[in-house]
């Protein structure tokens, strides 16, 4: 069941955040430890979370907590440009948009998963 439509938006969710990863500029944050190893986890727990596809709603929940780890993400990043008082413009800022595009993907895959769901409690009814 790996030919499913959630799988190829997990696999470009897991490629956003693994990209984020090494686009992240080291050494300009006091965060990018965090940056750097949040996004790795949430690749791996998202390609991970592919192979589960019998267990679908504990596929959602993991999608639901990599959701809230991306977030975290970005609000630590929120939270070091306020900071720093301001947010500074460049064009490595844009790497911002990666955890988000995850985000996105990752909902678009639960909302696939939750459509197979019904789609196996339709069928499971006895006629």
């Known amino acids: 069941m790996l030919q ?5 938006w997990m696999m470009i969710a897991a ?11 080291p050494a300009t944050s006091d965060f990018s430890v965090y940056y750097t190893n ?11 979370n592919i192979f589960l596809y019998k ?13 809230f780890l991306l977030l975290i993400l970005i609000g630590l990043r929120a939270y070091e440009a306020y900071a720093s008082g301001g947010i500074p413009v ?6 911002w948009l990666l955890p988000a595009l995850s ?7 639960n909302k696939a998963i939750w459509r197979d ?10 006629r």
Request: charge should be positive; proline fraction near 0%; glycine fraction near 2%.
């Open 4 to 8: 499913r439509i959630q799988t190829l």
């Open 103 to 109: 985000i996105v993907f990752v909902k678009l895959a």
């Open 55 to 67: 267990f679908r709603h504990v596929q959602v929940w993991v999608n639901v907590s990599v959701i």
């Open 38 to 48: 949040g996004a790795w986890l949430a690749a791996l727990l998202i390609f991970l």
């Open 15 to 25: 490629l956003s955040a693994a990209t984020f990863t090494y686009v992240v500029y």
């Open 117 to 126: 769901e019904n789609l196996v409690k339709s069928a499971d009814r006895i």
């Open 90 to 95: 460049s064009k490595k800022d844009a790497v």
